[in-house]
């Protein structure tokens, strides 16, 4: 099973930037999806970016034109560049790794606020 380690999050004030990784490690297939989510107190964690097959990807309406999502795939990791931040981003953010064979692993989260 593949074991997910995400780093990068932090206070910071609105219209700031944070770079979120996420790195993939153990023994894992193939891996199909890398995506973020968040998820704030009280609501359904909910998905922020995803990439498929390392090049197709997805956005939430919110984040769109501010974040992106990108992969190194020699170093299994993700990437979540987030800019022009606003107090509404501020969220635990999970990072997901869904293999060819249906498995599919979470990472612990790290916090990100954004003050206003």
């Known amino acids: 099973q593949v074991q997910l380690v995400e780093s990068g999050g932090g206070l910071v004030q609105a219209g700031e930037s944070l770079r979120l990784s996420c790195a993939a490690s153990?023994?894992?297939?193939?891996?199909?999806?890398m995506a973020w989510y968040r998820q704030v107190p009280g609501k359904q964690r909910e998905l922020v970016a995803r990439?498929?097959?390392?090049?197709?990807?997805n956005y939430a309406d919110s984040v769109k034109g501010r974040f992106t999502i990108s992969r190194d795939n020699a170093k299994n990791t993700v990437y979540l560049q987030m800019n022009s931040l606003k107090p509404e981003d501020t969220a635990v953010y999970y990072c997901?790794?869904?293999?060819?064979?249906?498995?599919?692993?979470w990472g612990r989260g790290t916090q990100v606020t954004v003050s206003s």
């Open positions: 990439m498929i097959r390392g090049s197709n990807t």
């Open positions: 153990g023994s894992f297939f193939s891996i199909y999806v």
């Open positions: 997901n790794v869904a293999e060819t064979n249906g498995i599919s692993s």
